[in-house]
T-cell receptor, first 114, second 113 residues
Framework: KQEVTQIPAALSVPEGENLVLNCSFTDSAIYNLQWFRQDPGKGLTSLLLIQSSQREQTSGRLNASLDKSSGRSTLYIAASQPGDSATYLCAVASLWGSSYKLIFGSGTRLLVRP | KAGVTQTPRYLIKTRGQQVTLSCSPISGHRSVSWYQQTPGQGLQFLFEYFSETQRNKGNFPGRFSGRQFSNSRSEMNVSTLELGDSALYLC????????????FGPGTRLTVL
């Protein structure tokens, strides 16, 4: 049974700091991995999607890596800003029946202090 | 393009009632997935619809059901509401496959009293 864990559960950093969020999964047989951002009381915004054959993806100040063999992914945020404050969720697409479903971690709540 | 829309945004019901939530996907998207988000269980997959057919279903009781119409709009229904059904219900759409990038709506906040 696929389980997704995110550490730390919460993080508070001063503005300008580079930071790393971690995601681990128990079953390496994934189709892809996605990172999302969720603002309080809102839906999710997709940040990056990494296919299982890829090692990393970049978008602006964000860089996500994937190591399928060790069951780990990291989201690197460069030069953090107060606007980056949100909950960050990772999700793996795992086979479920004849299709795939997303299995989410519990998220890392990030606060970037001005 | 307009994003994923969900109606209503907030809903208050009492135990035993039933509720229907609606989701309109991004134009051209054919896959619609539903998720339940609670503080205790996090985000959990409910079901996925594609071309009016349920393609996948999560581990939820039969009280949770859904459907998709020919224009890809989707509804989910919860019958005989329980207190534990209080949650944020999120809908997501993707072009073809659930493994494509999913675009989420703002959610419907359901409170069961």
């Amino acid at each position: 049974k696929q389980e997704v864990t995110q550490i730390p559960a919460a993080l508070s950093v001063p503005e300008g700091e580079n930071l790393v969020l971690n995601c681990s999964f128990t079953d390496s047989a994934i189709y892809n991995l996605q990172w999302f951002r969720q603002d309080p009381g809102k839906g999710l915004t997709s940040l990056l999607l990494i296919q299982s054959s890829q090692r990393e993806q970049t978008s602006g100040r964000l860089n996500a890596s994937l190591d399928k063999s060790s069951g780990r992914s990291t989201l690197y945020i460069a030069a953090s800003q107060p606007g980056d404050s949100a909950t960050y969720l990772c999700a793996v697409a795992s086979l479920w029946g004849s299709s795939y479903k997303l299995i989410f971690g519990s998220g890392t709540r990030l606060l970037v202090r001005p | 393009k307009a994003g994923v829309t969900q109606t209503p945004r907030y809903l208050i019901k009492t135990r035993g009632q039933q509720v229907t939530l609606s989701c309109s996907p991004i134009s051209g998207h054919r896959s619609v997935s539903w998720y339940q988000q609670t503080p205790g269980q996090g985000l959990q997959f409910l079901f996925e619809y594609f071309s009016e057919t349920q393609r996948n279903k999560g581990n939820f009781p039969g009280r949770f059901s859904g459907r998709q119409f020919s224009n890809s709009r989707s509804e989910m229904n919860v019958s005989t509401l329980e207190l534990g059904d209080s949650a944020l219900y999120l809908c997501a759409s993707s072009p073809q496959e659930s493994t494509d990038t999913q675009y989420f709506g703002p959610g419907t906040r359901l409170t069961v009293l």
